[in-house]
């Protein structure tokens, strides 16, 4: 029994001698390799140091205290970590490592220099938690660069490094201090809080949000000191692609022409700005969907290099065009699904301005509507109120582009023309405004025009649709009539439409409709055939030429009398000082004397000319009149005829025309 005990206690001698070797040979293991990855920095030029490492076996975690590493560029970057902790340390394979759980205490991020216009900038955050990481064995040489381009690029390349379940940091204090050479430009300030991303893997983050941000700018004006102030809460985005954002920012993947989804969907608010200045500002919500992205279109990097410091000599033209045709192409990169702000509401001396919403879509360059909702503020008149605004199908790379190449001269009206096809069309409804200091309002329930269908740059499609209302103003002599007929407010009602077919060569104006309501009701059709592609042509030869070709096509009126003739027939008795039954009959017979001098003998003449009577003698009646080509016919000659010889050119056509309730 003896010799078994004293066998047990050698055993668990040489088993503690063992183990505590063991952990002694980790120990000097994981300190040479900490040091090996200094050394490897310190190598390249870079300052880096550390303080004590420590290394538990048995819960496999690694603490080094006091980090500090220092840019050997000539705007240094510096990195301080008072203390790092990894637990749960484990290698997957040579040239990476995991870890349960990394915590950094106390890290400081410092750039002195970056710009000629910020004299440093630096971040601190007191803590940051990751679990479930992986990621690149050694440490990473800092850049060599200290431009806060470059910087941005190298944090988004080691994100995309490695792989986390989660990251956790409290809070984020950003300081931007500037430089000398601004001559008290301003500083700014950032807190954040509550920041967190979940699942990071190959490159793309599931999920991202900070509770809140906390913007301070503080600047002098006129020797006065301004403070703004900026508070975000709930930023939430999915679906981020780390790996993409970098690529914009590799001037390596300049030729990269694939299309990156950079972030599924962002959404953030309210967004409160104030300033001491008595300016306030808050945004309910924002939400971007979609974000898509070109490197090779973007050429973001290349338009950073060309952006001249603070303090050079304006640009000459030619480096101006370049320029603009690189920040053309920046936009012509980028997409948006969709992207929504709604919830504006802004102080001003005249009361709050309100927006209900602002919404849009970007698709390589091109908005494919801007649209604004529900805007409410005062005028010096009385408030006003626009249910919508919306411009459709706004071209920003190619209004950038053209605006290029007119930075050295005006361009001339050929050159002004190309930029008509960048926007297809404008509406807006629901407006309603004071007119003049009348306390009545000027009431537009739509008024909208598009355009397209362009031949070169001229569109040979056209909509416009106008309904609307407004005081009539009895200091205009023009609008008294109307007033004196008991008329104080107009409404108008209109739609007309344009349109050019090219397999037919036929140009149609349709519909036309008018209404203005308690004077009209009419509706027109106009048709052309034989009109060629150049009559759209911007050389006023070639469209002169071209226009010799066209043809008169049908003509078709219909006006519904709703209080128009008794109103002309008033108005003609009081400039004549007659009665209104006199005025009548002068009317008609100055009619009927002319129509006979025009009708030679036609029947269709005749037939017109009495329609036209029984319209102006029977009020509330409806007059159709059609014109129908007996021939061929070129409409610039008949135009000119019916100037010379009015009943040659009627003769050209077969009149219809009746009458009735």
Do not use: C
């Amino acid at each position: 029994m003896k010799k078994i005990l004293l066998g047990l206690v050698a055993v668990a001698v040489v088993a503690a001698g063992g183990y505590f070797g063991f952990d002694f040979y980790a120990q000097r293991r994981v300190t040479r390799d900490v040091e090996a990855a200094f050394e490897q920095i310190r190598a390249a030029g870079a300052k880096a140091s550390h303080g004590k490492i420590a290394f538990d076996t048995k819960s496999r975690t690694l603490t080094i205290s006091d980090v500090a590493a220092e840019s050997g560029t000539q705007s240094p970057i510096n990195v301080k970590i008072a203390s790092l902790t990894m637990t749960g340390l484990g290698q997957t394979d040579g040239v990476r490592v995991s870890a349960d759980s990394v915590e950094f205490g106390d890290v400081e991020i410092g750039v002195t220099r970056p710009s000629q216009t910020i004299a440093s900038v630096n971040y601190k955050v007191p803590q940051i938690t990751v679990k479930g990481y992986s990621g690149p064995a050694g440490l990473t040489q800092l850049p060599a660069s200290s431009e806060l381009f470059e910087l941005y690029r190298f944090a988004f390349e080691r994100f995309a490094n490695i792989n986390a379940s989660s990251v956790t940091a409290p809070k984020l204090t950003a300081t931007i201090t500037p430089s000398a050479a601004t001559k008290g430009g301003p500083d700014a300030g950032g807190v954040y809080s509550g920041m967190a991303i979940a699942n990071i893997k190959d490159g793309k983050i599931a999920s991202s949000k900070i509770d809140r941000i906390l913007l301070t700018i503080n600047q002098q004006a006129a020797g006065t000191p301004i403070t703004i102030t900026g508070d975000l809460a709930n930023i939430v985005a999915t679906d981020i692609d780390v790996g993409a954002i970098a690529a914009i920012l590799d001037p390596a993947k300049a030729n990269n022409d694939r299309e990156y989804q950079v972030q599924g969907h962002v959404s953030a608010g309210p967004y409160v700005i104030t300033s001491t200045r008595g300016v306030n500002m808050q945004i309910d919500g924002i939400t971007v969907d979609d974000v898509r992205i070109n490197p090779s279109k973007m050429q973001l990097p290349a338009l950073l290099a060309m952006i001249p410091p603070s303090g050079s000599p304006s640009p000459s033209p030619a480096q101006a065009r370049e320029l603009l045709e690189k920040v053309a192409g920046l936009y012509a990169g980028a997409s948006i699904g969709n992207a929504k702000m709604h919830g504006l509401s802004i102080a001003t001396p005249k009361g709050p301005l309100k927006l209900a919403s602002m919404r849009f879509n970007f698709e390589h360059g091109k908005i494919g509507e801007l649209a604004v909702e529900g805007l409410d503020g005062n005028a010096p008149n009385g408030p006003f109120k626009v249910g919508r605004f919306a411009l459709k199908s706004l071209d920003v790379a190619s209004f950038i582009r053209l605006s290029a190449q007119f930075a050295a001269q005006k361009p001339s009206p050929e050159q002004a023309l190309t930029l008509f096809p960048l926007i297809e069309g404008a509406e807006i409804k629901g407006v309603t405004s004071p007119y003049k200091a009348t306390g009545k309002p000027v009431n537009i329930d739509v008024l909208s025009l598009d355009w397209g269908q362009f031949v070169g740059t001229i569109p040979s499609k056209l909509r416009l649709v106008a309904k609307m209302a407004a005081p009539l103003d009895a200091a205009d002599p023009r609008q008294q009539a109307l007033i004196a007929a008991g008329i104080d407010r107009m409404a108008v009602d209109a739609d007309l439409g344009a349109a050019w077919t090219e397999a037919s060569r036929s140009f149609a104006l349709e519909p036309v409709k008018l209404d203005m309501a308690g004077l009209l009701n009419a509706s027109a059709k106009v048709s052309l055939a034989n009109v060629p592609r150049e009559a759209f042509s911007t050389s006023a030869a070639e469209a002169m030429g071209a226009a010799a070709q066209i043809e008169a096509g049908t003509i078709e009126l219909a006006v519904h009398d709703l209080g128009v003739i008794d109103l002309a027939i008033a108005q003609y008795a009081r400039t004549q000082n007659v009665s209104r039954d006199e005025a009548r009959n002068a009317v008609l017979g100055s009619i009927k004397a002319q129509g006979e001098a025009l009708s030679g003998g036609s029947a269709d003449v005749t037939a017109l000319v009495t329609a036209i009577s029984q319209f102006i003698e029977t009020p509330g009646q409806t007059l159709v009149i059609k014109l129908t080509p007996r021939a061929k016919a070129p409409a610039l000659q008949l135009m000119q005829l019916l100037k010379t010889d009015p009943q040659s050119a009627l003769a050209q056509f077969k009149i219809e025309a009746s009458t009735g309730l």
